[in-house]
């Protein structure tokens, strides 16, 4: 009965302290009351398990049964306090003599996990050739090990310029009697000063479907993101960069060269050339050259671009005589320096384009990277092979 009386007690303590709590949120009066009579059900419930005698396993049984006790039996003579002699046609089991009995204990120990498989070799017939695609865990040293192949050729065959790989890339393999020879770039020799007049280049093929896009870059890098952009869509541009902006912006400089974009020369100070002395004019390419050597550690030669496509025909004597043979003009001009919206630098690119065409856009443009970001793909849909001048040219 009195674990009855407890459990009910806890009930109320339970209800009357919730409604308080709730009376208390609520701001109603009957809080206090609540509270109450929540304490007093508390100590009543303290008070029964501490002086009442209670079992709440058998609550109805206050006097439970004393433990049993042992009777002893009698033996043979009547005497319950004398031992029975042990029958020897009743014997005890024995352990056998000399064999010590061992608890078993169940074994807790998990079973070893398995050995990784081994990842299958990557058989390449010594005249075929394998396209492998790359999964997940996939390194090209554990590509190579797998294929008998070297790191340095998987890089090779597929132009990869790092070791980096991605889930699904697809990789070709050569067996060793159609291996393709290593790439020959003989080293590009500068284009000697002659007394020439540079060639003013608009444009490449008409026959071909390619369109180069070329970047000016005179005086900010707010539209450096293009790098990222032409990276992400694998792309090669073209890059005309002023002395100073070279000087300015090494780090940027040097990595447009080492992506493997052209590079162009776009004077030191971008002066107009037609109202500039034909030798003064002279010296600053040349010194555009240099600073652009210091940042990226390659030569502009031979692609050069008249500030604001000012020129006239001292001019192209000027630098044709300072070693650039060609003078880069444009097909399209986006006019991003005026920071014109997305859509509008989409739209001019989008409708005027057409076989070998060059496009000219500016690192100051804001809107540039997302405009290319964008209209990259629609120039690939319409079958257009983005390249830069030196593919352009056939250089």
């Not at 003013?200 to 993101?225: M, P, W, Y």
């Not at 940042?295 to 025909?313: D, I, L």
């Not at 209209?375 to 830069?388: A, C, D």
Request: without cysteine; charged residues 20%; hydrophobic residues 35%.
């Amino acid at each position: 009965m009195t674990g009855i009386l407890m459990i009910l007690t806890v009930l109320l303590f339970s209800l009357f302290f919730g409604l308080g709590i709730v009376s208390h949120f609520k701001k109603s009066g009957g809080k206090w009351i609540y509270l109450t009579l929540s304490v007093i059900t508390f100590f009543s419930f303290v008070f029964m398990l501490f002086f009442l005698d209670w079992n709440i396993s058998d609550p109805g049984n206050k006097n439970p049964d004393s433990p049993p006790t042992e009777t002893p039996i009698p033996n043979d003579d009547g005497n319950p306090d004398k031992e029975n002699p042990p029958s020897e046609e009743d014997p005890k089991d024995e352990e056998p003599a000399g064999e010590v009995p061992v608890d078993e204990e169940p074994n807790d120990e998990k079973p070893a996990d398995p050995p990784p498989a081994e990842p299958e070799k990557i058989i390449v017939p010594d005249n075929g050739t394998v396209d492998y695609k790359v999964v997940k865990g996939d390194t090209l040293f554990s590509i190579a090990q797998r294929a008998n192949l070297t790191v340095e050729k998987i890089k090779q065959w597929n132009k990869l310029t790092t070791d980096k790989i991605i889930v699904g890339q697809i990789l070709k393999l050569y067996g060793k009697n159609v291996e393709p020879p290593p790439p020959v770039t003989p080293p590009k020799e500068e284009t000697p000063p002659s007394t020439s007049p540079s060639v003013i280049v608009s444009n490449g093929s008409l026959q071909q479907k390619e369109i180069a896009l070329t970047f000016d870059a005179g005086s900010d890098a707010i539209g450096i993101g293009i790098l990222d952009v032409l990276k992400k869509h694998n792309v090669k541009a073209t890059f005309f960069l002023t002395g100073s902006w070279a000087d300015k912006f090494p780090s940027y400089a040097k990595r447009m060269a080492d992506e493997g974009h052209d590079i162009g020369n776009h004077t030191y100070s971008h002066p107009d050339a037609v109202k500039t002395n034909s030798n003064v004019f002279v010296q600053d390419i040349i010194k555009a050259e240099e600073a652009i050597r210091r940042a990226t550690g390659v030569t502009p030669r031979p692609y050069f671009r008249f500030p604001f496509g000012s020129y006239n025909a001292d001019a192209l004597k000027a630098v044709g005589g300072a070693g650039y043979p060609y003078s880069i003009q444009w097909t399209i001009d986006t006019i991003d320096w005026q920071q014109p919206a997305v859509e509008v630098i989409v739209s001019r690119i989008q409708s005027g384009a057409s076989n070998g065409d060059i496009i000219l856009m500016h690192i100051g443009g804001i809107n540039t990277p997302e405009a290319v970001d964008r209209v990259i793909p629609i120039l690939k849909s319409m079958g257009y092979n983005l390249v830069s001048l030196t593919e352009l040219l056939d250089q």
